[in-house]
């Protein structure tokens, strides 16, 4: 099922394989018109690295209890050829100007978190030297 111009259900999909809660695809619906918004504003194609989860699934990978994950209102982004840093700043000041919508970034060193939970949420977990 296509979601945008270029995203698609499948790309959102627990990684178990199992099937995704109706309210589940209502949040993805949201997300991935966020994440449209980045891909069109850096012109470069990326698929979530990880976005719904199950609660199995999310047990397993060691994933928080209250993660955004488990509702499908979240996504792990790499973009080639940007630091997940930039990704981060980028996300920030799109979610400032209400390009997108207010939630979530959790910085990494090797992706970037983003969440439409509503709310502003922060985190850094990039190993600072």
């Known amino acids: 099922m296509q979601l945008t111009k270029n995203f698609n259900l499948s790309e959102f999909q ?18 991935a018109k966020d994440l449209q918004v980045i891909r ?10 990880s976005a719904y ?5 999310n047990q397993i990978i060691g994933g928080v209890k209250t993660s955004q994950h488990l509702k499908g209102k979240a996504a792990d982004i790499n973009i080639k050829g940007i630091e997940p840093s930039e990704v981060a700043d980028l996300v920030e000041d799109l979610m400032k100007t209400e390009a997108i919508t207010k939630g979530g970034v959790g910085r990494y060193n090797s992706f970037t978190h983003i969440d439409i939970r509503g709310t502003n949420a922060r985190w850094n977990f990039t190993n600072k030297k």
């Open 14 to 31: 627990c990684k178990c394989g199992c099937e995704m809660p109706e309210f589940v695809k209502k949040n993805v619906e949201e997300l």
């Open 53 to 57: 989860r199950c609660p199995k699934h």
């Open 40 to 49: 069109d504003k850096v012109g470069i194609g990326f698929t979530p690295n």
